[in-house]
């Protein structure tokens, strides 16, 4: 009974070595989600204090992805604990702030230009995984709404999908500039002059 209880649990919370959990749309009983909670910070203090046996950025890095893991852990269960649109965006924004954590504090052993880019491609990720997940929940929202009101209502959520969709490009594109610009930081003079431009011109930046 005491594996049974606790398999999502185990499931739930991934090792400090990588991150991923599956979202259910059954919503699981009470005492489940009481068990997986506990279960969810006693696997975070073990593996968290794994963390010790390192040094310097390593440690960093591993105390980073101990932290995004429970974080991811939590959100993820709160999914299936209410299997919502809004728990669904709020557990791939936790996926996206952990994994830009753990990306970030990699960058650390970087130095330069070359930490300076790493900086911007972990917040372009970022940014990417955010922008789908906002498309996502408006799309769902939109969807619904349209099956609830029928009248008219199919134009309107298509117009809502469209601009979130619209929007979720802007950022994207705007955090893949920022990437590309930085990356023109290598170069000097009318090279990086060029390389601006281009970049520019790639990403539609004034």
């Known amino acids: 009974m005491m594996m049974n209880n606790l398999k999502f649990g185990v499931l739930a919370v991934a090792s400090c070595l990588g991150l ?8 699981i009983p009470k005492a489940e989600y009481e068990t997986a909670k506990g279960a969810i910070k006693s696997n975070h203090e073990v593996n968290k204090k794994a963390c010790d046996a390192l040094a310097n950025n390593a440690k960093s890095v591993c ?3 101990c932290e995004g893991d429970e974080k991811i852990a939590k959100a993820d269960l709160e999914e299936r604990y209410e299997p919502t649109a809004k728990h669904h965006f709020k557990s791939r924004v936790a996926r996206a702030d952990a994994e830009y954590d753990v990306a970030k504090a990699r960058c650390n052993d970087k130095a330069g230009t070359d930490k300076d880019v790493c900086v911007e491609e972990a917040k372009a990720s970022k940014v990417h ?22 009248a008219d209502a199919n134009t309107k959520a298509k117009e809502e999908v469209a601009v979130a969709r619209k929007d979720a490009a802007t950022e994207k594109r705007d955090a893949d500039y920022a990437v590309a610009k930085t990356k023109c930081e290598t170069f000097a003079g009318a090279t990086k002059d060029a390389c601006v431009d281009k970049a520019k011109a790639d990403y539609g930046q004034k």
């Open 129 to 150: 995984a955010v922008a789908n997940a906002k498309t996502q929940m408006k799309t769902w929202k939109a969807n619904s709404a349209a099956n609830e009101t029928k």
């Open 63 to 65: 105390v980073e992805q």
């Open 20 to 27: 991923s959990t599956a979202t259910q749309a059954q919503a």
